[in-house]
């Protein structure tokens, strides 16, 4: 039975996670198409397979890191972690074989522009899926200043972006002092004026400002209100065109955004 | 309408005033510069540009669009905020505007500033209020964000070259598309002035690049480049006068972009044309689509159009036009034929042509790798075959290819002006089939009024 057996590597849904995994595939030394990792708890178990837990391990993981850098380029690299914050289940087997299919030799130039290659093609869909998530959380995020100064957010993304998303932001606004909660993952971004940001995972939901849960300035109120008036008068009556707006900015993200939230 | 109120405006009344004026204005854009934070000042520039927000009309709000004021020495017939129209004017203050932008952009309400103006005295003193309100925004308020001013045509150059190292896009708006146009509806502009702001930029953009070759710390001119408009359907150019004139501005002025806005009748005035069915939405997308082929696909504007054919077709987008009318070059092979055909397959964009350059270096491509590369097999097929064969068997007639083309009409479907849609006609065709009778109609039923 030894030929057939598979081997299921469960990793940690995080970027660490499912490096490791790859790591750990790698060390097993058995061919590729026997392994197989996963983010997620298996609804359907699957007969002659063994089930192994994969701890996420700092070492392991900067070694992959060092070796996806130096033979796939830094943008390739890029993506692929993208691709890991993604929401889909089978984004770290996607990962893992396009790993495999980058390192055998058989590829040449970047890896991502084979997309002939089911799991490559794969890996793409998802990192620019979760790219697009970034770059709308880039938009539509709205900061409001709480009593004492401090910018907050709240957020709720499909994919796990909010790490990328506060490199953004710590570089825009470096003098501020600002946390963004992304209420889906009870995750929280703290940015100290002039500091490094850090990563809190939290127990509880975030809290909103719209439930009177905190208080804003009163400034805030007047900037909220200026902002609602400049985006009722910025629009042409004769050119109104509301299924176009719900296309650029579906209503999901409108619980979150000033001009949206009724007064 | 409210009429001027004595006493000072809040900034709530001016905003409201200055961004309805300042509306009609397209070019909503904040990309073309990526420049990272400092570290220390507010702001940084994403090349891709971010939309914040999206107003009522679909279109995107990246900019804090304001003009500096809306008073105006210029009666020109289509503006709103012409001399002669009686309407509530307002003027911000330099120090108002840069405190509104820091405030907003802190927030993550918006990518930068977009500052236009009315001309309030003469265009001299208008640029110098502009000058003044970002030097204020980029030296004391230390703004690293994105910034489009407009030149305002017959200021002084120098002013207009001061102003220039402080954004990151400049544009004049060439308002009209042709001289003659501007004659009878901006009688106090000349293409002249229009034009002569426009090549000092083009100059300064060139000549700053040069500069940064040698030093690399030398100060940036108008990073983003140059970007113009014009109204579209005010006067009675031709699609193909259009396409001619935007496609010399984007050569012999090297702009980033050239916008066409569709012509909102503001005013009433014998001189602009009555638009029954509300403004050319369509015109002005099929515009966009033909500007996109000039930019971004290798197409000629005289390619797309003729004398003899001045118009854009309604039904079909410029690429299909064009391609069924040049069926002798089609089908393309998609495993030899150069990007350049490829691009211009309708169906397939900037985008999928590069995939598919890229993915048929180490593979053959079949119609089912198309799909999952995002190619829109639905318009491409008619178009192309894999490996010397065509998805299905089609012919290669421009009467045929149109048919199917034109026979989903989905898309097409929102500019129709009445919003009229058709079906097949069915059996059950009543609309108050489903509802159910009332005790009432039970009741007359039983008497028999029914």
Known sequence: MADNENIVLRCEDSLEGIFTGIYEAYALRMPHECIHLQTAEEENMRLFTVYRTVKPDSIK????????????????????????????????????????????????????????????????????????????????????????????????????????????????????????????????????????????????????????????????????????HFCHTISIEDRKNLKLQQNMLPLRFRNYMVEFVEK | MEYLTTGEMTVMEKLGILSDAAKYDVACTSSGVDRKGNGRDMGNCVAAGICHSFSADGRCISLLKILLTNECIYDCKYCLNRKSNDIPRATFTPEEVCELTMQFYRRNYIEGLFLSSGILHNPNYTMEQMYKTLWILRNRCRFNGYVHVKAIPGADPRLIQLTGYLADRMSVNLELPTAEGLKNLAPNKHRKTILAPMRQIQNGITENKNELALYRSAPHFVGGGQSTQMIIGATPESDYQIMNVAESLYQKFSLKRVFYSAFVRVNEDKALPALPGGPPLLREHRLYQADWLLRFYGFKAEELLSEKRPFFNVMLDPKEDWAVRHLEQFPVEINRAPYEMILRVPGIGVKSAMRIVNARRTASLDFTSLKKIGVVLKRALYFITCNGKMMYRTKLEEDYIVRNLTADAGDRQQFAADGMTYRQLSLFDDTAFGVLPTTADNGKVASGQL
Request: hydrophobic share 40%.
């Open chain 1, 61 to 228: 993981t900067e070694k992959v890191i060092r070796t996806l850098r130096t033979r796939f380029g830094e943008k390739d690299y890029m993506a692929l972690c993208l691709a890991a914050a993604a929401s889909s289940m089978e984004k770290a087997e996607a990962i893992y074989k396009t790993v495999v299919w980058g390192l055998s030799g058989r590829c040449r130039g970047s890896i991502l522009e084979h997309l002939t290659n089911d799991d490559v093609r794969r890996t793409l869909e998802l990192s620019r899926s979760a790219g697009n998530e970034l770059h709308r959380m880039k938009q539509f995020l709205r900061f409001a200043e709480l009593e004492g100064g401090v910018l907050y957010a709240v957020i709720a993304p499909k994919d796990n972006v909010l790490p990328m998303l506060t490199v953004h932001f710590a570089d825009r606004l470096p003098m501020e002092n600002f946390a963004i909660c992304d209420e889906n993952r009870k995750l929280y971004a703290i940015h100290p004026a002039g500091k490094d940001w850090f990563l809190m995972s939290g127990q509880h939901m975030p809290p909103r400002a719209e439930k009177g849960e905190l208080t804003l300035t009163a400034e805030e109120e007047h900037y909220q209100e200026l902002f609602r």
